[in-house]
């Protein structure tokens, strides 16, 4: 297969990790609009996208060492300002405000071409496989900070 550039995990670039998703049926309401639970289907494929992007597979990091890391959405803040419909074609784009400590807050957008449709703040909690707050290790925080600086 000829590599085209294209990644399903979607691409780093100079403003964050960007992610292409279709709107399909399953997402949209009667009204054929898509129902506001949804969105926050797409915001956790782009952030998961952006952690595979980096090298982080979340699934390892459970039984990465005898403490196990996790993260878990602890507040998220969504301005809704258009809506998008059934086969429409979504960037779902994600940068880094914050890496350390026992936290990460990131910024996500999603866009139907030049159209916001979304933005959201999310503030992630770091915990161990107890669910005690964990601090998130520091070439990972490092790696998130590059592209912070670079984005």
């Not at 403490?67 to 959405?73: A, K, P, R, S, T």
């Amino acid at each position: 297969m000829a590599d085209n550039g294209f990644s399903i995990s979607g691409v780093l670039t100079e403003t964050g990790h960007q992610l292409i998703q279709r709107v399909y049926y399953e997402d949209t309401d009667f009204s054929g609009l898509v129902y506001h639970a949804r969105y926050l289907h797409f915001l956790e494929r782009g952030r998961t996208d952006y952690l595979r992007c980096l090298g982080v597979e979340q699934r390892e990091l459970i039984t990465a060492d005898e403490e196990g890391l996790v993260f878990v959405v602890h507040r998220m803040e969504i301005d809704f300002r258009n809506p998008a419909r059934m086969d429409d074609v979504l960037t779902i784009v994600t940068r880094t405000e914050k890496a350390g400590g026992a936290k990460m807050v990131l910024q996500q957008d999603i866009r139907r071409g030049e159209t916001p449709l979304i933005a959201a703040k999310v503030i992630i909690a770091v915990i161990n496989a107890k669910g005690r707050p964990r601090r998130l290790p520091e070439a990972l925080a490092r790696q998130m900070q590059i592209e912070t600086q670079e984005g």
